[in-house]
């Protein structure tokens, strides 16, 4: 089992910066996959980003390409999502996710392990 909590999230005027991390625990960190997702109210859950076991590989969602930016520091079993020029329509719970492959860290579907959530409310 592996246990993600998320931190960092708040609330932030638009154009404004935010951090959250993801911790985890209870296996190797650097064999997962990791992933950012957020849901908005009354929508569905929607991908943000991936990093890969290694940190080397990422990917975004068109809607955050060029303003977030996840890292990890796997001696820290710590995962980063660095939120910039942030929107009114970021606003959502951010959750962290880690997956066997990058590949399927890509899904939300195949993610093994989710952690509670972190609220971040971007204001006009």
């Known amino acids: 089992q592996v246990q993600l909590v998320e931190s960092g999230g708040g609330l932030v005027q638009a154009g404004g910066s935010l951090r959250l991390s993801c911790a985890a625990s209870g296996r190797t960190f650097s064999d997962y996959a990791m992933a950012w997702f957020r849901q908005a109210p009354g929508k569905e859950r929607d991908l943000v980003g991936v990093?890969?076991?290694?940190?080397?590989?990422?990917y975004y969602a068109d809607s955050v390409k060029g303003r977030f930016t996840i890292s990890r520091e796997n001696a820290k079993n710590t995962v980063y999502l660095q939120m910039n020029s942030l929107k009114p329509e970021d606003t959502a719970v951010y959750y962290c996710a880690g997956s066997s492959t990058y590949l399927r860290a890509r899904s939300q579907r195949t993610c093994d392990y989710w952690g509670q959530g972190t609220q971040v409310t971007v204001s006009s």
């Open positions: 990093i890969s076991r290694s940190g080397v590989t990422t």
